[in-house]
Nanobody, 124 residues
Framework: QVELVESGGGLVQAGGSLRLSCAAS????????MGWFSQAPGKEREFVAT????????YYRNSVKGRFTISRDNAKNTVYLQMNSLKPEDTAVYYCAAVDRIVTILSPSSWDYWGQGTQVTVSS
């Protein structure tokens, strides 16, 4: 079992920045990949970004490329999502996720472990 705890959400004006953190505990040695998903009100949860735990290979949703950066600190068992140039349409609950094998990364149902989510609100 892997436990995930997110932090760092909040209210920010359009054009501003936030950094989300996700601390992992438990069977972290089994983690292959970690990622971030977002869920806006009334919408399905969708993929944002992912990083492989051992070699740091990243992949992003098109709409966040160049604005968001995912990174990890293996010593702290923590993954980050630096969000810059935020837009009102980025408003959502952001969830951290982890998986211990190769999966279809875009599908939320492929991921095994989830945090409780952190709210990000971008005002215009």
């Amino acid at each position: 079992q892997v436990e995930l705890v997110e932090s760092g959400g909040g209210l920010v004006q359009a054009g501003g920045s936030l950094r989300l953190s996700c601390a992992a505990s438990g069977r972290t040695f089994s983690v292959y990949r970690m990622g971030w998903f977002s869920q806006a009100p009334g919408k399905e949860r969708e993929f944002v970004a992912t990083i492989t735990w051992n070699n740091g290979i990243t992949y992003y949703r098109n709409s966040v490329k160049g604005r968001f950066t995912i990174s990890r600190d293996n010593a702290k068992n923590t993954v980050y999502l630096q969000m810059n140039s935020l837009k009102p349409e980025d408003t959502a609950v952001y969830y951290c996720a982890a998986v211990d094998r190769i999966v279809t990364i875009l599908s939320p149902s492929s991921w095994d472990y989830w945090g409780q989510g952190t709210q990000v609100t971008v005002s215009s």
